[in-house]
């Protein structure tokens, strides 16, 4: 059994800050990739940024120079630095990883969400 924890979302006003953070815990070998999806009221969910195990990261262009990902392998924990926040970033965010299994097998896990409410 695999878990991830997510935490840091919160509303914040446009021009803001803020950081989000989601843990991996449980039947882990290995964590492959790591990411942050978004979903906003009434659109689909789509993919934020990405972060490989070497680190090569890609991001959604709307939020490329404001977002940051990064990990700790050690704390098999991803965050999402968002900088200059505006209106349309307000969704629910979603953490990702991929991961090997004690069984061996390749799998991916979702965290529950957490919102972010950005303010104009």
């Known amino acids: 059994q695999v878990q991830l924890v997510e935490s840091g979302g919160g509303l914040v006003q446009a021009g803001g800050s803020l950081r989000l953070s989601c843990s991996a815990s449980?039947?882990?070998?290995?964590?492959?990739?790591m990411g942050w999806y978004r979903q906003a009221p009434g659109k689909q969910r789509e993919l934020v940024a990405i972060i490989s195990r070497g680190g090569t990261e890609n991001y959604l262009d709307r939020v490329k120079g404001r977002f940051t990902i990064s990990r700790d392998n050690a704390k098999n924990t991803v965050y999402l630095q968002m900088d200059s926040l505006k209106p349309e970033d307000t969704a629910v965010y979603y953490c990702?990883?991929?991961?090997?299994?004690?069984?061996?097998?390749?799998?991916?896990?979702w965290g529950q969400g957490t919102l972010v409410t950005v303010s104009s």
């Open positions: 449980g039947s882990i070998v290995s964590i492959n990739a």
């Open positions: 990702n990883v991929h991961f090997e299994s004690v069984a061996g097998r390749y799998l991916e896990v």
